[in-house]
C-alpha cells in the first residue's frame, strides 16, 4: 500500500484528517491576526522548500553538486546549490505581490520589488542554503527565513529599513531538508511543524504548538576550534564531559555542520548549539538578521532561549544586513549554564 494511504488511513483511524499547511495557516490567520498576504507568503515559502528539495534529492545526478568557483559577500565558497536556491527564492518573489524586498546570505545588497509595491508590505531576509558544506556528502541542509513589515504606507522601504532587531520579526521560520523535508514556522504565537508528504507533494501538521525540554542531554558545536574559545567557553564544554549526577552519564556530542538540523534536534529533544566568539574573532560566525534572528525566536517561541553567551539574541541592535553574532541556542536551563560559564560566574 502506497506510505500516502496509510498516512491518510491512520489520521482517519484516530479520527482526524490532515491538515495541509495552506489550510493551517487559514484557520490560524484569525486567531493570529496573520494578514492574507503574509499567509501567501509563507505558502509561498513552502513552494520554494518543494523546489529546493527537488533540486536536492537530484543533485548527484545532475552535475549541481561542487562550487560554482565564486566568493560570495561573506568571504565564502559558493556552491552550485547556494546560487541555485538563491534564485529559486528570487524567481518565487519577483511579481508575486507578496514582498516589497529580500535579503540573503547570498546577495551583498536587498533587491527591492516595487513591482509588488503597494500591495506587498512584507519584507524577506533568508539564507537560502543553510548548512552548504553538506552538498556533496547528502547530509541535511536547510534554509532559514525571517520576515519582517515595512511601516510606511506612503512608500517602498529602503535598504537600510531591512536591518531590524529581532523582535520586530512578524514571522520567521525554517525548512529542513533531511530524511524527509519539514517546514517549521512561528508567527509569534507558538511553533508548527509540518512534513512533506511526498505522494501528494502537500505539508501536512506533524508537529503542533512544539515545547522544547528545559535541560537536554545532547550538545552541538564545532570542537575543532577549541584552542580559539575562551576560558570560560571552554570549561562549559569540559563540564559536560562530566558525569551527571542526575542522569550518571555525560553530554552526547551531535554536531551535523547544519545548523538547522542541529537546532531542529535540540527543539524536539532538548540541548544546546553553540557557535561561540573566539578570542581572535569575538563576533562570531553565524548572521544575525537571517540565522540567528529567526531560529532564536523560532526557539524562544517554543519555551527555549537564544543568546550571545551576554545578551539575549533578539534584543542584539542590528547595524548591517550581513552582521554576525556568537550563538548560543536551546533548552533554557542549559543555555544559562553556558551563560553563566561566559560571563566567567561558573
Ligand atoms: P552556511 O550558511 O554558509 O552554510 O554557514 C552556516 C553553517 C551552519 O549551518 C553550521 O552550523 C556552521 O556554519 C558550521 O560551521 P563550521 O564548519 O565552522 O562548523
Ligand atoms: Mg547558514
Not at 503574509?38 to 548527484?60: N, T
Not at 541535511?140 to 520579526?169: A, C
Not at 521560520?173 to 524527509?180: E, I, K, N, P, Q
Not at 550538545?219 to 550518571?248: P, S
Request: hydrophobic share 40%; net charge neutral.
Amino acid at each position: 500500500m502506497p506510505t500516502l494511504c496509510k498516512t491518510v488511513i491512520l489520521a482517519f483511524t484516530m479520527g482526524q484528517f490532515p491538515l495541509t499547511l495552506g489550510r493551517f495557516i487559514i484557520q490560524k490567520q484569525a486567531d493570529t491576526g496573520a494578514t492574507r498576504e503574509l499567509s501567501g507568503l509563507l505558502a509561498q515559502i513552502g513552494l520554494v522548500g518543494k523546489l529546493i528539495a527537488q533540486d536536492l534529492r537530484r543533485a548527484g545526478l545532475i552535475n549541481i553538486l561542487g562550487t560554482t568557483g565564486e566568493i560570495n559577500v561573506q568571504g565564502e565558497t559558493v556552491k552550485k546549490l547556494d546560487e541555485i536556491a538563491n534564485e529559486t527564492f528570487l524567481k518565487a518573489f519577483h511579481h508575486s505581490g507578496l514582498v516589497c524586498a529580500l535579503a540573503s546570505e547570498e546577495m551583498e545588497k536587498p533587491v527591492l520589488l516595487p513591482e509588488n509595491w503597494p500591495q506587498a508590505k512584507y519584507m524577506l531576509l533568508f539564507d537560502p542554503l543553510d548548512g552548504s558544506s553538506n552538498t556533496d556528502c547528502n547530509m541535511p541542509l536547510g534554509t532559514i527565513f525571517s520576515v519582517l513589515k515595512s511601516e510606511h504606507k506612503d512608500r517602498m522601504p529602503t535598504e537600510d529599513e531591512l536591518v531590524r532587531k529581532g523582535t520586530e520579526q512578524v514571522a520567521a521560520g525554517y525548512l529542513l531538508y533531511g530524511s524527509s523535508t519539514m517546514l517549521v514556522y512561528t508567527v509569534g504565537q507558538g511553533v508548527h511543524g509540518f512534513t512533506l508528504e511526498p505522494g501528494i507533494g502537500e505539508y501536512l501538521l506533524s508537529h503542533e504548538q512544539i515545547r522544547m525540554p528545559a535541560r537536554g542531554k545532547v550538545y552541538g558545536v564545532n570542537e575543532g576550534n577549541y584552542h580559539k574559545w575562551t576560558t570560560g567557553m571552554k570549561k562549559y564544554v569540559d563540564d559536560l564531559k562530566i558525569q551527571d549526577k542526575a542522569t550518571g552519564r555525560p553530554y552526547s556530542v551531535r554536531y551535523s555542520g547544519c545548523l538547522v538540523a542541529d537546532v531542529h534536534r535540540i527543539l524536539l529533544g532538548g540541548g544546546i548549539y553553540l557557535y561561540p566568539g573566539e578570542l581572535n574573532k569575538p563576533e562570531g560566525k553565524l548572521r544575525l538578521l537571517y540565522e540567528a534572528n529567526p531560529l532564536a525566536w523560532v526557539v524562544e517561541q517554543a519555551g527555549g532561549r537564544a543568546s550571545t553567551g551576554t545578551m539575549r539574541i533578539l534584543d542584539v541592535e542590528a547595524k548591517q544586513l550581513h552582521q554576525r553574532v556568537p550563538l548560543i541556542i536551546g533548552s533554557a536551563e542549559d543555555v544559562r549554564d553556558a551563560e553563566r560559564h561566559l560571563q566567567g560566574q561558573a
